[in-house]
């Protein structure tokens, strides 16, 4: 790593991160600020049974938010990348198109449409697919269907990046040996964009367990996320120990598995490097 | 002879481009038929109708008797040889040999023994552990030609296997590749823009040119008898004379008058009228060049020139010898090379001469052959 790129690294990452993890061992003065001494009492707090699900509900949320991403955008990178070149810039174009709406008019226009009286609900209701009573709004599916929404692109990009690299021949191959289609794109294409599909998956869980103006906006009471209770904590609660001690989790949830990748990529590129050293 | 496969007036167009035109032909049982011609020529579509990978705009592919013509390719009893191998990259070498008996769900044992024995067919029984980045050139076309025929297929198709192998390596492989012909017995169907490579392993040639068949038949037919001229141009080196019939002598003879070259006697069995219009197509290897005069004799023709160009190729020399104004190339074997014997040398006056069989006629039409 060069010496600038240190430099920034440091400056925006590094000390930042060490700063919350320091005010995660410091004790919450009673006056909002951040009390004297170290303490580990803070950490523990976290360990509550109220926390557990709320934390729970995080994963399991952010998982299901990365599946269903990933299930959507692997049909749609291998379409991408199989289209005509004039094609393929117009479905980028509409891919991309969704961006130029601020985030929060897009979120905003999502609870219009799930609205009781919006044109989804009325939609699904017409269908009797969902009972008039029915209410889709302030749960934890609402937070699901949005966070699917806004991170999909995440997901396309990548998996099209991945997918416009690989050689469609190998399908062929595949074809000619005795696969079917869905299992030419299974056994041949999945495995051939796997770095794609793992940039995806880290581009949409990262942003998913991190969320906070999703639930916050389409969620209600039972479908907060830690990203929420850091909001509150830190806005409204005035204790910065325990916003931080969640915040501190909340990285090492999602700086654990990447060490994990990177040490797991580094590894497999030695063992390659010693086969061809063999040889 | 059975029939393998047959292609029925198949035709098949790209936007505007017609890569074949009413192709008919059909390839015999256990043969080594190559599909042989220029870039754009309509062999690769060929092979890809055959393959399934295309289904043409008309006509009908019967294999063994069977019309396939709208089959999907995992259902057609036929695998490919791809030119870029196409190996997986994410699976061993065990494992790509594998794909298609796992595919095909069969039990465990049955896929390492048929693994174990295509291994040894292409002779790399150590390298099953190894992916496909792991293993040169060479290994992998053999592992591409493993794969595709561990299925058993009716039909091997090879679209350019060799192409990307330097010159050495596509000796021994064409080698290998005639060895394993004859070791599994079944139809191979080779694409290739490589004369020397279709020569050297095939028994009969299709000769595409523009989406159609020019000449089909063995090498040597194909070679010394040319039926057209893209086909005299296109096999082997070969230097063109226009001219028109001038008269019958003889039975089998004809005496043509070309330009610049005023009576030639050749072989006739074109049934040419006189005033036809032909070329004279010679090859460089039929010709025979000294700096003293041949004998003469009523079937030779004979001719004087100087030589422009001398190339020392070792086992023979090329040689471009201006006659009349127009360049004839010769090239002399040396099987007896005498060191003490003059050699020919650029701008030396030199005879050549051959012998009326060894030139033939073709005919020009008005629409013009290239």
């Known amino acids: 790593m060069t010496l600038p790129s240190f430099g920034w690294l440091l400056l925006f990452f590094l000390i930042p991160s060490l700063i919350i993890f320091a005010y995660a061992l410091k004790p919450e003065d009673s006056f909002g600020g951040v009390g004297e001494g170290w303490t580990f009492d803070t950490i523990l707090s976290i360990f509550d049974t109220n926390y557990f699900m709320l934390i729970w509900r995080t994963l399991w949320l952010s998982c299901l938010t990365t599946l269903f991403c990933l299930v959507l955008a692997l049909p749609v990178g291998y379409q991408l990348a199989i289209s005509k070149p004039k094609w393929r810039r117009l479905l980028l174009i509409l891919l991309v198109i969704p961006f130029w709406t601020s985030f929060l008019i897009r979120i905003f226009a999502w609870k219009t449409l799930l609205h009781p009286e919006g044109l989804f609900k009325k939609l699904l209701v017409a269908f009797h697919l969902a009972s008039p009573e029915a209410t889709l709004l302030y749960n934890s599916a609402a937070v699901l269907l949005v966070m699917v929404y806004t991170y999909l692109p995440f997901a396309v990009f990548p998996i099209y990046a991945a997918a416009s690299k690989f ?21 041949v294409f999945v495995p051939g964009i796997k770095k794609g599909i ?11 367990i991190g969320a906070y103006v999703i639930p916050d906006l389409v969620g209600g009471s039972n479908s907060e996320m830690i990203g929420n209770k850091i909001a509150q904590r830190t806005f409204n609660d005035r204790n910065l120990p325990q916003a ?36 | 002879m059975a029939e393998s496969v047959v292609f029925e007036q198949v035709s098949k167009e790209f936007g505007q481009h ?20 220029p870039s754009g020529c309509g062999k690769t579509t060929l092979l890809r109708l055959l393959a399934g990978f295309d289904t043409p705009d008309s006509g009908k592919i019967l294999l063994d008797g069977q019309d396939i013509t709208h089959l999907p390719p995992n259902r057609r009893p036929v695998n490919t040889v791809f030119q870029s191998y196409a190996l997986f990259p994410h699976l061993t070498i065990y494992e790509n040999i594998a794909f298609g008996l796992r595919i095909a769900n069969r039990p465990e044992e049955q896929i390492q023994e048929e693994v174990e024995r295509m291994l040894q067919l292409i002779q790399m029984t150590e390298y099953t552990k190894r992916t496909p980045d792991q293993i040169s050139g060479g290994q992998k076309q053999r592992v591409a030609i493993a794969r595709a025929l561990i299925n058993k297929p009716q039909v091997l198709l090879l679209d350019e296997p060799l192409a990307a192998l330097d010159l050495k390596l596509r000796q021994k492989m064409l080698l290998d590749l005639d060895r394993i012909h004859d070791e599994v017995g079944i139809t191979f169907i080779f694409v290739t823009h490589d004369q020397t490579e279709a020569m050297a392993v095939s ?3 299709a000769i595409l040119h523009k989406g159609e068949v020019e000449q089909i038949g063995p090498p040597v037919e194909i070679y010394e008898a040319p039926k057209s001229t893209f086909v005299a141009d296109f096999i082997g080196d070969t230097t063109f004379l226009n001219g028109h019939v001038a008269e019958p002598i003889q039975k089998d003879y004809s005496k043509v ?8 006697m050749c072989f006739n069995d074109k049934a040419l009228q006189i005033g036809d219009p032909v070329h004279l197509s010679i090859r460089p290897e039929k010709i025979h060049i000294s700096g003293d005069p041949p004998p003469t004799h009523p079937l030779i023709n004979v001719f004087q020139g100087e030589v422009e160009d001398v190339i020392y190729k070792g086992d023979h020399t090329h040689f471009g010898v201006k006659v009349h104004g127009q360049k004839i190339s010769v090239t002399q074997q040396h099987s007896r090379y005498l060191l003490d014997e003059k050699p020919i040398r650029w701008n030396d006056k030199v005879w050549i001469w051959w012998h009326a069989d060894d030139g033939f006629i073709l005919e020009r039409n008005s629409k013009g052959d290239e």
């Open chain 2, 257 to 264: 008058q070309m330009e610049r070259f005023p009576g030639v």
């Open chain 1, 244 to 279: 931080s001690a969640l915040s501190a989790f909340l990285g090492l949830v999602v700086l654990i598995p990447m060490a994990l990748v990177a040490l797991w990529t580094k590894r497999s590129k030695v063992i390659e490097a010693e086969a061809r050293n063999k040889e």
């Open chain 2, 18 to 37: 017609k890569a074949l035109k009413n192709v008919s032909l059909s390839i015999h049982k256990g043969e080594f038929f190559s599909l042989l011609g």
């Open chain 1, 167 to 187: 050689n469609f021949q190998l399908i062929e191959a595949a074809l000619d040996l005795g696969a079917s289609r869905i299992e030419a794109f299974f056994k």
């Open chain 2, 203 to 205: 028994d009969r040639i």
């Open chain 1, 198 to 208: 793992l940039t995806a998956m880290v581009m949409v869980f990262i942003p998913a």
